[in-house]
């Protein structure tokens, strides 16, 4: 009795190297490829799970593992994985290496994948990973809406683009498989070049993503908002509340000072929204303002870009 409770106080205690969750927690919190790469290198082979094992054999080699034509195939492995760039030979490290992987992209369904899954199966697998999509329009045969099903499973989505879908019908119907209440809680970035009707579907559909939990929205970084889509979001916009506030982020508009000021009216009657926008000096908008009750400041965009944001009210922004 004594001999064997001697034995189990002797036991060495688990020192970090023998934690695999540990290990894959540090791996996942270095941005660089090759710091991830030194990090692995420097474990004992025998402390490298399958998964940490499956990446330093990507990160060692990434031209085997990655298409010809990517100029830097380190950045197409991590952190972010770009699935639309690797090669067959890579489908079987890449799915080993999935636990360790904090986030992914895909596009085109005619990326190379494992010989056992179909392209949507392979896109489901990853659903807990993507926080990029871009729909592609090739030779991939699929059906819509089993893709809209898989898309509704990646609730960590934060940039969709469907500049290429294939009809209008389609883009919308991706946009909502995306804008349920469990993709609310993050910034999203929303790309279409797809015609008015999609643009307006999307700034139609504001005012429910904000009140699902939105937390910043960016508007067609490469589509200009004219006039008449301001005020598509200016007309959606009144009574809109943020459960946790939000930044509507237009980083490419041409806009008159009857939209700004109609945006910034809208906003008035609503709680915990902003709009980022265009910087104007305009003394104008400025004495317009101020009879109307709009609140804005003055301040600069991620790129450093001067931008004027309006605001929505005190008691609520």
């Given at each position: 009795m004594s001999s064997s409770r001697c034995k189990r106080h002797?036991?060495?205690?688990?020192?970090?190297?023998?934690?695999?969750?540990?290990?894959?927690?540090?791996?996942?919190?270095?941005?660089?490829?090759?710091?991830?790469?030194?990090?692995?290198?420097?474990?004992?082979?025998?402390?490298?799970?399958?998964?940490?094992?499956?990446l330093y054999?990507?990160?060692?080699?990434?031209?085997?593992?990655?298409?010809?034509?990517?100029?830097?195939?380190?950045?197409?492995?991590?952190?972010?994985?770009?699935?639309?760039?690797?090669?067959?030979?890579?489908?079987?490290?890449?799915?080993?290496?999935?636990?360790?992987?904090?986030?992914?992209?895909?596009g085109t369904l005619s990326a190379a994948r494992p010989s056992d899954l179909d392209a949507l199966e392979w896109l489901e697998l990853w659903s807990t990973k993507l926080t990029h999509y871009k729909h592609v329009e090739d030779d991939a045969v699929y059906d819509r809406s089993q893709l809209c099903s898989v898309l509704r499973q990646c609730h960590k989505l934060q940039v969709v683009d469907t500049s290429s879908a294939i009809d209008v019908p389609s883009s919308i119907a991706f946009f909502e498989a995306v804008a349920t209440p469990l993709h609310g809680a993050r910034p999203l970035a929303i790309t279409s070049?797809?015609?008015?009707?999609?643009?307006?579907?999307?700034?139609?559909?504001t005012p429910d993503w904000i009140r699902r939990g939105a937390l910043k929205i960016v508007f067609f970084a490469h589509y200009e908002i004219l006039d008449a889509q301001a005020l598509v979001l200016a007309a959606a916009l009144p009574r809109t509340t943020s459960p946790l506030g939000v930044v509507l982020e237009i980083k490419n508009a041409r806009l008159s000072l009857q939209s700004y000021l109609a945006l910034g009216e809208a906003l008035t009657t609503c709680r915990r929204v902003a709009i980022e926008l265009p910087s104007t000096r305009s003394k104008k908008f400025r004495a317009e303002a101020a009879k109307r009750h709009i609140r804005y400041h003055y301040g600069r965009t991620t790129e450093r870009t001067r931008c004027l944001v309006l605001e929505s009210p005190m008691d609520g922004a």
């Open positions: 002797a036991k060495t205690p688990p020192t970090i190297i023998d934690l695999d969750h540990v290990l894959i927690a540090i791996a996942q919190c270095i941005p660089v490829a090759n710091d991830v790469m030194a990090f692995l290198a420097a474990l004992p082979a025998s402390s490298r799970s399958r998964p940490l094992t499956a054999q990507l990160l060692q080699d990434p031209r085997r593992h990655v298409l010809a034509h990517v100029q830097k195939p380190l950045d197409a492995l991590w952190p972010l994985l770009r699935l639309d760039r690797i090669t067959p030979a890579a489908t079987s490290l890449v799915r080993d290496a999935m636990p360790v992987i904090p986030s992914a992209s895909a070049s797809q015609p008015a009707a999609i643009v307006d579907f999307i700034l139609l559909s």
